[in-house]
């Protein structure tokens, strides 16, 4: 699962209603790649390693979960060319 632009601020609606996700929190959500990458994103993942306060900790097994699923993917889609 990807979502572009869900970590950066120029999709976020001028009422202010839903701000911009957490790129941590995408990852402990199960979303496996986030676009386009910001050195923000980075940042926020390896605080989250880091940090059990952060509002989205995760684990370095929740970053291999992902990378695997990629991966995973990657390969079908070479099987079936």
């Known amino acids: 699962m990807t979502d572009w632009f869900v970590t950066i601020d120029a999709m976020k609606r001028p009422d202010g209603k839903y ?17 386009p990458e910001l050195r923000a994103d980075v940042e926020d993942i390896l605080c989250a390693l880091e940090n059990k306060d952060h ?27």
């Open 55 to 81: 509002a989205y900790p995760i684990t370095r097994e929740n970053l291999l979960i992902c990378a695997s699923r990629v991966l995973k993917m990657i390969k079908n889609m070479k099987m079936s060319v």
């Open 19 to 35: 701000g911009t996700a957490s790129a941590a929190g995408c990852i402990k959500a199960g979303n496996d790649l986030i676009m």
